[in-house]
């Protein structure tokens, strides 16, 4: 079992709603990070936040928007989205320091219509 | 840009054959991990193999790392239906362990 929560499994969301995503972990972890992957491809990164502070940000539009309330939590605001950015959006964790091993969440399924 | 190109990108065997899958990758790395992913799920972390490390074993699991080649695979053994899922290996990128970047992916099918 994971121990990478991720809220919900399932959205559906029109191109004028805005939703949220959200991710938990209580493995005292100090990095976490966003990637999306859409069908038979890799995960790609999106964004990366080590100690609550956003580190990375990999050109991601402005329609996706990350935050990082504490180190357990880690929520990925959505709004405007485009049916192209529909996917798979993965929640990981990583001690900070660590070699680099990830700890993923399930995934939310997103589609937009 | 994908840091790591893996092959076959698709691999069906019955089970109780072994399964080999590789993976090659562009720059300098401190290690390289696999992680598989069944459908539609999350990716699991399996196995990490550092760059002075030449061989790793875990379970029915082999890896190996040749860094003059920039190459590793991934070797399992007696297969199970259970193993069908996607392979991926990951790099960090350029010395950063905070970043890993996916290879392409190899998905494995074990008949029964």
């Known amino acids: 079992d994971t121990e990478v929560t991720q809220t919900p499994k399932h959205l559906v969301m029109g191109m004028t709603n805005k939703k949220s995503l959200k991710c938990e972990q209580h493995?005292?972890?100090?990095?976490m990070y966003w990637y999306k992957q859409k069908a038979k491809k890799p995960p790609e990164l999106m964004f990366v936040y080590s100690y609550e502070k956003l580190s990375i940000n990999e050109s991601v539009p402005s329609r996706f928007s990350p935050e990082c309330p504490n180190s357990s939590l880690l929520n990925l605001h959505l709004h405007a989205l485009q049916p192209e950015d529909s996917a798979l959006y993965l929640c990981?964790?990583?001690?900070?320091?660590?070699?680099?091993?990830?700890?993923f969440g399930e995934g939310s399924r997103l589609t937009v219509l | 840009s994908q840091q790591g190109e893996e092959d076959p990108q698709a691999l069906s065997i019955q089970e109780g054959e072994n399964a080999t899958m590789n993976c090659s990758y562009k720059t300098s790395i401190n290690n390289l991990q696999w992680y598989r992913q069944n459908s539609g799920r999350g990716l699991v972390h399996l196995i990490l193999i550092r760059s002075n490390e030449r061989e790793k074993h875990s379970g029915r699991l082999r890896v190996t790392l040749d860094t003059s080649k920039k190459s590793s695979s991934l070797l399992i053994t007696a297969s199970r239906a259970a193993d069908t899922a996607s392979y991926f290996c990951?790099?960090?990128?350029?010395?950063?362990?905070?970043?890993?970047?996916f290879g392409s992916g190899t998905q494995l099918t074990v008949l029964p």
């Open positions: 493995m005292g972890h100090r990095a």
């Open positions: 990981a964790s990583s001690q900070q320091g660590s070699t680099g091993e990830l700890f």
């Open positions: 990951a790099t960090p990128t350029s010395g950063s362990a905070r970043q890993l970047t």
